[in-house]
C-alpha cells in the first residue's frame, strides 16, 4: 500500500512539474507579431495622438503624473518615457513599471511586434504582459485606430529612461503567461451610430476596467459600471463611481449636457487644484479625458444610458486605518 501511494504522490508532483512548466516556458502562445508598415501621415499622427491623450490614455500610464495636483496631470515634457508604478500597495500581484516607449528605446520594434503588443498583451521578446495595460480591451477595436496610435507613437521625441524589471508575486508569475489571447477586433461604428458608437468608445477606454468590482484581481462582470473598486492612494483610498443609469446611485438623472460639463471642467488649468497634505487624490485622469471631442463624451454618456441600473451607493474618498 505505501509503494502504492508513493507512485501516487510521484506521479502527481510530475504532473504539477509538467503542468507548471508548460505554463511557464511554453505560453504564452498568440500568432507571431503580423508584417505591418503603417504609413505616417498627418492624418494617422493627428488622430493617434487624440486617441493616445484622450481615449485609450496611452500617455496616462507611459508618461509622469504630477500626483501633487488633483487627478495627477501628466507632466509635460515626460510623453512616453515610462516609468510609472504599479504595486501592493495600489492592489497590484507585484510590482509593475509602464516601459518607455518613447523611440529612445522601440526603435527596433517593428511595426507589428508593437501592434501584438498593444493587442494581445506580448512583447517583442515573448513575454506576457501584465494587463494594468488593457490590451484585452485594445484587441477590440477597430484595426485603423491601432495602426493611428503606433503612428503617432513613432513621433515622440525620444527620451533615455531605463525602467525597472517587473517582479511578479506567485502565482502571478505563472498565471500572467495564460492571460494573453488573440485579438478579435471589430470594425468602428459610425459616429451617426450614437449608442453603438459609444460602446466602442468605452471598450476603448477601459471604463469597465475601473468602475465594476473585482474578485482576486479579475473584473465581475455581473456588475460592470456599478463602481466601488477600491484604490489605495497615499491618503486614503479612492473608490470608483457608479456609472449605471441607477437614479438613485448612479448616473440616471444626468443630462447629457451634465456628464460632458463634468468631463469639461477639467479642461481649465484653474479647477486642477493643488492637494493638500492629508487630501486623498483620485487615479481618475480628468485632465487627459477633459480633452475629448464632445462629441465622442456624448456618445459614451448615450451608452452608459443603456446598460443594466444597478443599485450601488459609493463613498469616493475614504480614509485609511492602516496609515
Known amino acids: 500500500m505505501k509503494k502504492i501511494l508513493l507512485s501516487i504522490l510521484v506521479l ?20 507571431a507579431a503580423p508584417v505591418l508598415h503603417i504609413a505616417s501621415t498627418p492624418e494617422r499622427v493627428a488622430h493617434g495622438s487624440y486617441l493616445a491623450h484622450h481615449v485609450t490614455l496611452c500617455m496616462d500610464c507611459h508618461s509622469t503624473r504630477d500626483w501633487s495636483q488633483f487627478s ?32 529612445a528605446n522601440i526603435k527596433s520594434w517593428s511595426d507589428g511586434e508593437i501592434f501584438r503588443a498593444i493587442t494581445t498583451g506580448v512583447d517583442k521578446f515573448g ?34 529612461n531605463n ?12 498565471i500572467l503567461n495564460t492571460i494573453p489571447k488573440n485579438a478579435s477586433f471589430v ?22 476596467e475601473c468602475h465594476t468590482q473585482v474578485d482576486k484581481g479579475q473584473i465581475i462582470p455581473s456588475l460592470a459600471f456599478s463602481g466601488g473598486r477600491v484604490f489605495q492612494m497615499p491618503n486614503g483610498n479612492v473608490v470608483s463611481a457608479n456609472i449605471t443609469p441607477d437614479k438613485a446611485t448612479g448616473i440616471g438623472n444626468w443630462t447629457a ?10 479642461a481649465d488649468p484653474a479647477n486642477i ?4 497634505p492629508k487630501d486623498i487624490n483620485t487615479i481618475m485622469p480628468w485632465t ?13 454618456y448615450a451608452y452608459l444610458q443603456t446598460v443594466k441600473p444597478m443599485n450601488n451607493k459609493v463613498n469616493h474618498f475614504v480614509e485609511r486605518t492602516d496609515k
Open 257 to 266: 449636457e451634465q456628464f460632458v460639463t463634468r468631463f469639461k471642467t477639467y
Open 12 to 31: 502527481v508532483i510530475l504532473i504539477v512539474v509538467v503542468a507548471a512548466s508548460y505554463v511557464k516556458f511554453a505560453l504564452p502562445k498568440v500568432d
Open 163 to 174: 525602467t525597472a524589471d517587473h517582479d511578479v508575486d506567485f502565482p502571478m508569475n505563472f
Open 72 to 103: 495627477g496631470p501628466m507632466v509635460a515634457g515626460t510623453d512616453g518615457k515610462g516609468g510609472e508604478l504599479f504595486n501592493e500597495k495600489m492592489g497590484f500581484p507585484g510590482t509593475f513599471y509602464s516601459k518607455n516607449i518613447t523611440p
Open 127 to 160: 513575454n506576457a504582459l501584465f494587463p494594468v495595460m488593457p490590451y484585452a480591451h485594445y484587441g477590440k477595436m477597430d484595426k485603423e485606430d491601432i495602426y493611428d496610435i503606433i503612428a503617432y507613437i513613432r513621433t515622440l521625441r525620444p527620451i533615455e
Open 187 to 208: 470594425q468602428k461604428p459610425p459616429k451617426s451610430d450614437t449608442v453603438k458608437y459609444g460602446a466602442y468608445l468605452v471598450n476603448a477606454a477601459a471604463c469597465m
Open 288 to 300: 487627459m479625458f477633459a480633452g475629448m471631442d464632445t462629441s465622442d463624451l456624448r456618445s459614451i
Open 273 to 276: 487644484v493643488k492637494m493638500g
